[in-house]
């Protein structure tokens, strides 16, 4: 069985969707700043980037950073679907085109979400909530993004969400009917249910951190897996929550 889904992955399609996840991650390699760089920026503010001419949200404008969130949701996000992929293709034997329609499906719930998230990453970079490198300049800010995301995994949203993740089999089954697109865009909804609260915490964690955007990518995985998801979701809420008040009593 193990042999047969590996040669599965094999096919032109399969190599396609991994191509893409990788160049997704070195697309955002070639976008981070480098940690030296950051610690510079700490040191000198805003200003040291607008004399180095680096390239931000702010200075860029909101095209490049659609780009930005969209790398971010391919790389981060692509990962947690491949079980959902895999059981769609094990399904019906798809042809290519149909099994792209899927992915494309899905990778449209997430250029939408990459829309907005740019959006509001340059609303929060004008109120002074975050540094022109995407990381929160305010302690509140912070452990408000944390309590958001730590409640949210005890919320019966994300619960329906995950359960959906979980048994592709069963969803997939209960919308076959309406076909590859729109069963992709159902997949990305419900994966964005799951993960949205996560991938606002690059907030916190930095925009372009790679650092953060893997530990987030292993959390999200293992978050949809049924036998491990099931004992990570509540108590990496309790983790959240308890970041929050440390970030607060630190701030005070």
Not at 145 to 158: C, E, R, T
């Amino acid at each position: 069985m193990l042999a047969d889904r590996i040669r599965m992955m094999g096919a032109p399609h399969w190599l396609i969707l991994f191509g893409a996840i990788l160049l997704a991650w070195g697309g955002l390699f070639l976008m981070a700043v480098p940690g030296d760089l950051r610690a510079l920026s700490d040191l000198y503010g805003a200003d040291f980037w607008q004399t180095l001419c680096t390239v931000t949200l702010d200075g860029a404008g909101f095209a490049s950073g659609v780009v930005m969130w969209a790398l971010m949701s391919a790389a981060m996000m692509l990962p947690t679907a491949l079980p959902a992929f895999a059981t769609y293709d094990d399904l019906g034997r798809q042809t290519e085109a149909r099994f792209g329609m899927l992915v494309a499906g899905y990778a449209l719930v997430w250029l939408g979400f990459s829309v907005l998230a740019a959006a509001g990453q340059m609303v929060l970079y004008r109120v002074d909530l975050i540094g022109v490198l995407g990381d929160s300049r305010s302690p509140l800010f912070s452990a408000a993004l944390l309590l958001l995301a730590g409640f949210y995994q005890f919320s019966p949203v994300k619960e329906a969400c995950l359960s959906k993740c979980r048994q592709p089999l069963t969803f997939f089954m209960s919308h076959w009917d309406e076909g590859p697109l729109r069963n992709g865009l159902r997949l990305g909804l419900v994966c964005l249910g799951c993960c949205w609260a996560l991938m606002l915490l690059a907030f916190v964690g930095g925009v372009m951190n790679l650092g953060f955007m893997g530990i987030a990518t292993l959390i999200m995985v293992l978050e949809k897996m049924p036998a491990v998801g099931r004992f990570l979701t509540r108590p990496l809420g309790v983790v959240l929550v308890a970041g929050a008040f440390a970030v607060m009593l630190r701030a005070l």
